[in-house]
Every structure is written in structure tokens, then in C-alpha cells.
């Protein structure tokens, strides 16, 4: 995928990672880019075009696809966390909460764009995954839950999009310094380094990227007992 010239949407692109995203691509030389946001006017950085899109909305990914036919990069940025443990009160609340923005929001933009991305070329889908997609930790159940499923989402649209040539590209990363964790105290890479890791996958064609120590150790410890990869993860 050639960002040069692309007219890129990114999903949750008025603050954190997806703002880091936007940015990114303006700095390629995108030519076009619109950051999606539930609020609009929450997009304030010169060179993004914003667009008024929640992801749990169909009305809206439907009026913001009518709109943007001629995108050829969409990045599925936008994300939440409600973290904390699977016996808590709310944990249903939370994961349906989680599910809904994390893995069918994915799902939504994802099949709503589609034809556009087909139409224009192929072009590339870009879904922020974690290294929570392959691990878990006890405040992460239900968060963890949703980026593993939309990893296999992911894996999945790669396949029923290779016959229109569409890159599928997975980012896994561990934190993020965004607003999203912010009461972490644990290290964290800046979400410019995460965004820029990406968009250098993207460019060299690659269907996944580990953008972080973290994510390249977890994936390297995959195929170990799952006692032996707790262990190395402090569990
Ligand atoms: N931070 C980390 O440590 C970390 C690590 C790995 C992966 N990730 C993933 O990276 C992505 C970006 O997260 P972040 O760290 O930048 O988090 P963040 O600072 O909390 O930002 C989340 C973004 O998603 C948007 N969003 C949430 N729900 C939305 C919806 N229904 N429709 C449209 N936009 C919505 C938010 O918009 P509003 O301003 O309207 O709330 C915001 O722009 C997420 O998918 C997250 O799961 C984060």
C-alpha cells in the first residue's frame, strides 16, 4: 500500500493512537485524510478532514461511507476499555460495551467500506489489535476478549478480501501512552512511534506487525505451555 497519494479514514482519529495515525498519514502525503469522530469538533489539528462517525451507529457508518467513496485506507482505530474483572458487577454491561465499539464497530466499518475500498483499487483495512488479543491479565477479561476476537475478525476479513486485493494489515501493541491508560504506571511507548511502526508495515505490504518489545515477546512465547508464558509475562 502506497500512503503517497492515498485518501485514508481513520476511525477514533481526533485523539490518542488514531490521532497519531492521522497525523502520520498527513505527513506521508496522504492526500486526502479524514479522522472519524463521534464529536467533530473534537478534530483540531490542520490537514484532517473531519467526519462525524461512531462506530456502534449504523446510521452513521453508513452516512460517513455514502460520503467517503473515494477512500482507499481505512484504519479501525477506535477502541474502549472498561477494564477490571470478570466477576464484577457490570462485567456484562462492560464486554457488551466492549464488544460492541471493539469487534462489531470493527466489523461495521469494515463491511461498509469494503465495496469502497474494492472500487478504488483494493487499497488496505488497518485493525488495531493488542497484545491483549493473544494474553490476558485479571483486569483485562473482557477487553481481552474483544481483541482477540477482533484479531480472528481480522484474520478472517484478510481472507474474504484477497480476491479485490485488499491489504489486511494487524497492529499489535502493548501500552500505548494515550488517555486510555493513562492511570498506568507501567512503561508505555508514544503512540507516534506505535502509529509510525504500523504505517511502515503498511507500506512494505505486510498482513501483521508487532509494534512494541512486548507484542514480539508474547508472540514468540505463543506456542509455549500457557504456564511458561504467564510466567514470562509476571503471572
Ligand atoms: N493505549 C493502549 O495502551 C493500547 C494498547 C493496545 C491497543 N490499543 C488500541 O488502540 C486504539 C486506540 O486507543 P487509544 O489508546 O488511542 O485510546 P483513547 O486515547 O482512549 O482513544 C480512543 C479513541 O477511540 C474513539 N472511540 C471510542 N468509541 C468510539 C465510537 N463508538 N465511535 C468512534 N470512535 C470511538 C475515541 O473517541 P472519543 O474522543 O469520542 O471518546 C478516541 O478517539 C484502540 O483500539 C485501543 O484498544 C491501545
Known amino acids: ?19 497519531a495515525y492521522a497525523r502520520g498519514l498527513v505527513e506521508r502525503g496522504a492526500k486526502v485524510v479524514y479522522a472519524g469522530a463521534r464529536d ?12 462525524a462517525l461512531d462506530v456502534t ?20 482505530n477506535a477502541g474502549i476499555t472498561r477494564g477490571g474483572p470478570l466477576l464484577r458487577a457490570s462485567v456484562f454491561e462492560d464486554a457488551r460495551a466492549e464488544f460492541e465499539t471493539n469487534v462489531l464497530g470493527t466489523l461495521a466499518v469494515s463491511r461498509a467500506f469494503a465495496p469502497i ?10 485493525n488495531m489489535l493488542s497484545v491483549l488479543s493473544w494474553v490476558t491479565f485479571p483486569s483485562s477479561g473482557t477487553y481481552s476478549a474483544s481483541k482477540s476476537a477482533a484479531w480472528s475478525l481480522t484474520n478472517a476479513l484478510r481472507q474474504e478480501l484477497q480476491a479485490q486485493r485488499t491489504q489486511v494489515l ?4 502493548g501500552l500505548i501512552d494515550t488517555d486510555m491508560v493513562a492511570e498506568m504506571d507501567a512503561p508505555k511507548t508514544a503512540p507516534e512511534l506505535i502509529a509510525a511502526r504500523a504505517l511502515d508495515a503498511l ?32 503471572q
Open 1 to 19: 500500500m502506497k500512503i503517497e497519494g492515498s485518501v485514508a479514514l481513520v476511525t477514533g482519529g481526533n485523539r490518542g493512537l488514531g490521532r
Open 40 to 51: 467533530p469538533r473534537t478534530v483540531t489539528d490542520s490537514g484532517l478532514i473531519a467526519v
Open 57 to 76: 451507529d449504523p446510521a452513521s457508518i453508513a452516512a460517513a461511507a455514502q460520503q467517503l467513496s473515494e477512500v482507499n485506507l481505512v484504519i479501525n
Open 117 to 126: 475500498l474494492g472500487a478504488n483499487g483494493g487499497g488496505a483495512l488497518v
Open 170 to 173: 494487524a497492529v499489535h501493541a
Open 203 to 234: 507500506e512494505a505490504g505486510l498482513d501483521e506487525v508487532l509494534t512494541d518489545d512486548v507484542s514480539a515477546m508474547v508472540k514468540s512465547l505463543l506456542s509455549s505451555d500457557p504456564k511458561d508464558l504467564y510466567a514470562a509475562l509476571g
